[in-house]
């Protein structure tokens, strides 16, 4: 690749360039002349700055929802709200980079840093990629959008190679990156570990420069998770530029560089670029900042409020009374210790931290009244102690609210679970808490879903809190008791049980491979597509009020298609609801999941009120990547458009009709005949090849019988090695034939 830029490349030495391309320490990069020194930290919901390779941070900061919280608000706007305000404290603690957002698609419930991501959906984890970079560089720092790319697990994070076709790539793994890349302008992006089809996505030049660059014309830094680099001259030439974290390896890169291995100008490609970072990445270009902890912590509560997801709520069990004499048992350790993030680089030194227990008794009092219920590490005789504690406290309560979830040795970045299973004393408590009780209801704090089909009859309501960062006990008492209403959607479907999850039997691989056999169909796409049943479906959340949809209008447009229809909150109180939009194609020349998300909208209403929602699709929500021609194709024909508040739950359904577009079929020698046919010109041609023949009254193809299907599906050299008039080359000559007459059309 030549050299893309036309800015005056510092006067720098071989050396200075070479060694230019890695870290001087752990977070920050070596200055020389004419660029000066960028730090960055991570991370996704909160900064966290350290001194070395160690995890802990003493430097306050706010943690803000984890990805898995935040993610399930589907609400951008806010997104970007919270993105702002990671920014301003970059800013304030002098970081030009910070190390996320992390938008990686949720393949399996098992990986153990689901918690960092947000959907097993491409567009909602695109959505709220470019929300949180938007917000981010706001404030004159830049992001780092990671991990680039397909780094589903932890197991092996380091090599394992995962096998993925392109298509599965371009349609599910990539396009989240696409729109962080296309629509946000990140100053980075970050290459993960592991391999993409056995080569290192840190030299992956398919990936770093072809698809990144070429295909979706990133202009900023790529810079390599820490320790991703395995060979620093290969990835500098297949598009990294910067290696993190130290300097090691130098030697190497002079010795190419010098040698010409290296040649001089991907060298200054680098500079360039770093050169471009150190401008539009500042932490001081927006003058100084001050924070308000405060301030920031009410955003982290607002962020919290819409994340929670009502999956359950018989007979309006939620919200609790907040007046009168209604007692209160809260059970389990989480609502005293609250579980509000996860482990590994992402962890937030938190400026102070809510829990449910504490505001709980603040809003309702001595109407509260609190048992452990367990211990988090589960130890048995302690446990059966506890359990006996929470059953009679429960059996003298109106209501007992059962705070359950994982704890934090059970996820983790580094490694994956076993299951998806709740801790067996958690679940014995609810056995037990339920015996005496039918009036449960359950709140979960955990980061990767859980299962929930064993026990969920035992609760009359459940709340899924995820994890909600340091002001999430706050929101779940709110939440509980209805001065907010819930309003978070599920990002991943909840199934019945892990071995009915589409990537069970290749998860997490062995030999240093995983192989994505599940392919496009991902979580619902797999789930509603096979009709399997699941717990709780993808996008449903319940709310204390109801909804109703109306008035759907589906037209086509130059581009795409315009979706209008009418959300109206048909309840007594205020809330928010995510309307989605799924298109569905029974067209398609190709397989395809039964629907997929293509749009959504929070809409946010008081009692009565309604709300018109317009939609525009383009071109892109209708088509699917063909590898055979090399691009993104729509089929002629009808699609259907449905609008509901879940991937189950359609209420409205529309067809429009597009004509096709993409790249066309291009035949060759191994094309069917039947494409052959199918095809205008290189029908023309096979018939007036057959024509010439002797005999040509022979040669009918009739596909109504199954003769004429066998024959159909015979590519064309293949045939003609098996027609005797045929002269050698046959199969060549038509195809010059019709590459000659394609080009003359
Ligand atoms: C993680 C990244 C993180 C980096 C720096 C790596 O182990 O995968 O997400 O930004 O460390 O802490």
Same mark, same amino acid.
């Given at each position: 690749?030549?050299? !893309?830029?036309?800015?005056?490349?510092?006067?720098?030495?071989?050396?200075?360039?070479?060694?230019?391309?890695?870290?001087?320490?752990?977070?920050?990069?070596?200055?020389?002349?004419?660029?000066?020194?960028?730090?960055?930290?991570?991370?996704?919901?909160?900064?966290?700055?350290?001194?070395?390779?160690?995890?802990?941070?003493?430097?306050?900061?706010?943690?803000?929802?984890?990805?898995?919280?935040?993610?399930?608000?589907?609400?951008?706007?806010?997104?970007? !709200?919270?993105?702002?305000?990671?920014?301003?404290?970059?800013?304030?603690?002098?970081?030009?980079?910070?190390?996320?957002?992390?938008?990686?698609?949720?393949?399996?419930?098992?990986?153990?840093?689901? /918690?960092?991501?947000?959907? $097993?959906?491409?567009?909602?984890?695109?959505?709220?990629?470019?929300?949180?970079?938007?917000?981010?560089?706001?404030?004159?720092?830049?992001?780092?959008?990671?991990?680039?790319?397909?780094?589903?697990?932890?197991?092996?994070?380091?090599?394992?190679?995962?096998?993925?076709?392109?298509?599965?790539?371009?349609?599910?793994?990539?396009?989240? /990156?696409?729109?962080?890349?296309?629509?946000?302008?990140?100053?980075?992006?970050?290459?993960?570990?592991?391999?993409?089809?056995?080569?290192?996505?840190?030299?992956? $030049?398919?990936?770093?420069?072809?698809?990144?660059?070429?295909?979706?014309?990133?202009?900023?830094?790529?810079?390599?998770?820490?320790?991703? +680099?395995?060979?620093?001259? $290969?990835? +500098?030439?297949?598009?990294?530029?910067?290696?993190?974290?130290?300097?090691?390896?130098?030697?190497?890169?002079?010795?190419? &560089?010098?040698?010409?291995?290296?040649?001089?100008? +991907?060298?200054?490609?680098?500079?360039?670029?770093?050169?471009?970072?150190?401008?539009? &990445?500042?932490?001081?270009?927006?003058?100084?900042?001050?924070?308000?902890?405060? &301030?920031?912590? !009410?955003?982290?509560?607002?962020?919290?409020?819409?994340? =929670?997801?009502?999956?359950?709520? !018989?007979?309006? @069990?939620?919200?609790?009374?907040?007046?009168?004499?209604?007692?209160?048992?809260?059970?389990?350790?989480?609502?005293?210790?609250?579980?509000?993030?996860?482990?590994?680089?992402?962890?937030?030194?938190?400026?102070?931290?809510?829990?449910?227990?504490?505001?709980?008794?603040?809003?309702?009092?001595?109407?509260?009244?609190?048992?452990?219920?367990?211990?988090?590490?589960?130890?048995?005789?302690?446990?059966?102690?506890?359990?006996?504690?929470?059953?009679?406290?429960?059996?003298?309560?109106?209501?007992?609210?059962? /705070?359950?979830?994982?704890?934090?040795?059970?996820?983790?970045?580094?490694?994956?679970?076993?299951?998806?299973?709740?801790?067996?004393?958690?679940?014995?408590?609810?056995?037990?808490?339920?015996?005496?009780?039918?009036?449960?209801?359950?709140?979960?704090?955990?980061?990767?879903?859980?299962?929930?089909?064993?026990?969920?009859?035992?609760?009359?309501?459940?709340?899924?809190?995820?994890?909600?960062?340091?002001?999430?006990?706050?929101?779940?008492?709110?939440?509980?008791?209805?001065?907010?209403?819930?309003?978070?959607?599920?990002?991943?479907?909840?199934?019945?049980?892990?071995?009915?999850?589409? @990537?069970?039997?290749?998860? =997490?691989?062995?030999?240093?491979?995983?192989?994505?056999?599940?392919?496009?169909?991902?979580?619902?796409?797999?789930?509603?597509?096979?009709?399997?049943?699941?717990?709780?479906? /993808?996008?449903?959340?319940?709310?204390?009020?109801?909804?109703?949809?109306?008035?759907?209008?589906?037209?086509?447009?130059?581009?795409?298609?315009? #979706?209008?229809?009418?959300?109206?909150?048909?309840?007594?109180?205020?809330?928010?609801?995510?309307?989605?939009?799924?298109?569905?194609?029974?067209?398609?020349?190709?397989?395809?999941?039964?629907?997929?998300?293509?749009?959504?909208?929070?809409?946010?209403?008081?009692?009565?009120?309604?709300?018109?929602?317009?939609?525009?699709?383009?071109?892109?929500?209708?088509?699917?990547?063909?590898?055979?021609?090399?691009?993104?194709?729509?089929?002629?024909?009808?699609?259907?458009?449905? #609008?509901?508040?879940?991937?189950?739950?359609?209420?409205?359904?529309?067809?429009?009709?597009?004509?096709?577009?993409?790249?066309?079929?291009?035949?060759?020698?191994?094309?069917?005949?039947?494409?052959?046919? &199918?095809?205008?010109?290189?029908?023309?041609?096979?018939?007036?090849?057959?024509?010439?023949?002797?005999?040509?009254?022979?040669?009918?193809?009739?596909?109504?019988?199954?003769?004429?299907?066998?024959?159909?599906?015979?590519?064309?050299?293949?045939?003609?090695?098996?027609?005797?008039?045929?002269?050698?080359? @046959?199969?060549?000559?038509? +195809?010059?034939?019709?590459?000659?007459?394609?080009?003359?059309?």
């Amino acid at each position: 690749m030549p050299r !893309e830029d036309d800015e005056v490349i510092p006067d720098l030495t071989i050396e200075q360039k070479a060694t230019l391309a890695s870290g001087a320490d752990f977070w920050s990069t070596k200055p020389v002349p004419g660029i000066r020194r960028i730090t960055m930290n991570d991370g996704p919901h909160g900064m966290r700055v350290v001194g070395d390779i160690g995890i802990k941070s003493d430097k306050k900061a706010t943690c803000f929802p984890p990805a898995v919280g935040l993610g399930a608000t589907w609400n951008p706007a806010l997104q970007r !709200e919270v993105g702002a305000a990671i920014g301003r404290e970059a800013r304030a603690l002098g970081v030009d980079i910070v190390l996320g957002p992390g938008i990686n698609i949720k393949r399996s419930p098992l990986c153990g840093r689901n /918690f960092e991501y947000v959907s $097993e959906d491409p567009l909602v984890a695109g959505s709220f990629g470019q929300a949180l970079v938007e917000g981010i560089q706001s404030q004159g720092v830049g992001a780092s959008v990671k991990h680039f790319a397909a780094n589903n697990q932890e197991t092996d994070r380091m090599q394992v190679s995962a096998e993925v076709d392109e298509r599965t790539l371009r349609e599910i793994y990539l396009p989240a /990156f696409e729109q962080v890349v296309k629509n946000a302008a990140p100053a980075t992006v970050m290459c993960s570990y592991n391999r993409v089809n056995g080569v290192y996505a840190s030299q992956n $030049e398919w990936l770093l420069s072809k698809v990144l660059r070429d295909d979706w014309g990133f202009d900023g830094v790529v810079v390599s998770d820490w320790g991703a +680099v395995v060979d620093r001259v $290969e990835a +500098v030439k297949a598009g990294l530029d910067l290696k993190m974290p130290t300097a090691t390896g130098d030697d190497r890169m002079i010795a190419a &560089a010098e040698s010409g291995e290296l040649p001089e100008f +991907v060298l200054d490609r680098v500079v360039a670029r770093l050169q471009k970072l150190a401008d539009r &990445a500042d932490a001081s270009r927006l003058g100084p900042v001050t924070i308000d902890f405060d &301030a920031q912590h !009410e955003l982290a509560l607002r962020a919290a409020l819409e994340g =929670p997801v009502l999956l359950k709520n !018989e007979n309006g @069990a939620l919200p609790l009374p907040e007046t009168g004499s209604t007692r209160i048992a809260v059970v389990g350790e989480f609502a005293r210790t609250p579980r509000f993030q996860g482990s590994g680089s992402s962890q937030v030194p938190a400026a102070k931290v809510d829990s449910a227990l504490g505001e709980l008794s603040e809003l309702l009092g001595d109407r509260v009244r609190f048992a452990p219920g367990f211990t988090f590490d589960g130890s048995a005789e302690a446990d059966e102690a506890l359990a006996r504690e929470a059953r009679s406290l429960a059996a003298e309560s109106d209501w007992t609210v059962l /705070f359950l979830g994982l704890p934090d040795s059970y996820e983790s970045e580094g490694f994956d679970r076993a299951s998806i299973d709740l801790p067996a004393n958690q679940l014995a408590l609810l056995e037990t808490v339920s015996a005496v009780t039918r009036r449960v209801v359950v709140v979960l704090s955990n980061g990767g879903l859980v299962e929930t089909e064993s026990w969920e009859f035992r609760a009359r309501a459940i709340l899924e809190g995820w994890l909600l960062g340091q002001a999430g006990g706050a929101a779940l008492a709110q939440l509980l008791v209805g001065r907010a209403n819930p309003s978070g959607k599920l990002t991943e479907s909840i199934p019945v049980k892990l071995e009915e999850t589409p @990537a069970y039997i290749n998860f =997490p691989g062995c030999d240093g491979q995983v192989v994505y056999g599940e392919r496009i169909y991902v979580g619902y796409r797999y789930y509603d597509t096979r009709g399997l049943p699941v717990s709780y479906p /993808f996008g449903h959340g319940l709310s204390y009020t109801e909804f109703e949809y109306s008035g759907l209008s589906v037209s086509a447009t130059d581009s795409g298609a315009s #979706v209008v229809f009418t959300v109206t909150n048909v309840g007594e109180v205020a809330g928010a609801e995510v309307a989605q939009v799924y298109r569905g194609d029974r067209h398609s020349k190709i397989d395809r999941p039964v629907h997929e998300l293509v749009g959504f909208r929070k809409v946010f209403l008081e009692p009565g009120e309604s709300e018109t929602v317009t939609i525009e699709l383009d071109s892109r929500a209708f088509a699917y990547w063909s590898i055979a021609r090399h691009g993104w194709i729509v089929d002629e024909g009808l699609f259907t458009l449905s #609008v509901g508040a879940s991937s189950r739950d359609l209420r409205l359904s529309g067809d429009v009709r597009l004509a096709a577009q993409g790249p066309a079929l291009k035949l060759t020698q191994f094309s069917s005949i039947a494409d052959w046919f &199918a095809d205008p010109i290189g029908a023309q041609v096979l018939q007036g090849a057959i024509a010439q023949l002797p005999d040509a009254h022979a040669f009918q193809l009739d596909v109504t019988t199954n003769e004429g299907k066998m024959f159909a599906a015979i590519p064309l050299g293949h045939l003609l090695t098996m027609v005797p008039q045929a002269p050698t080359g @046959a199969a060549q000559q038509l +195809v010059a034939a019709y590459e000659q007459a394609l080009a003359g059309r």
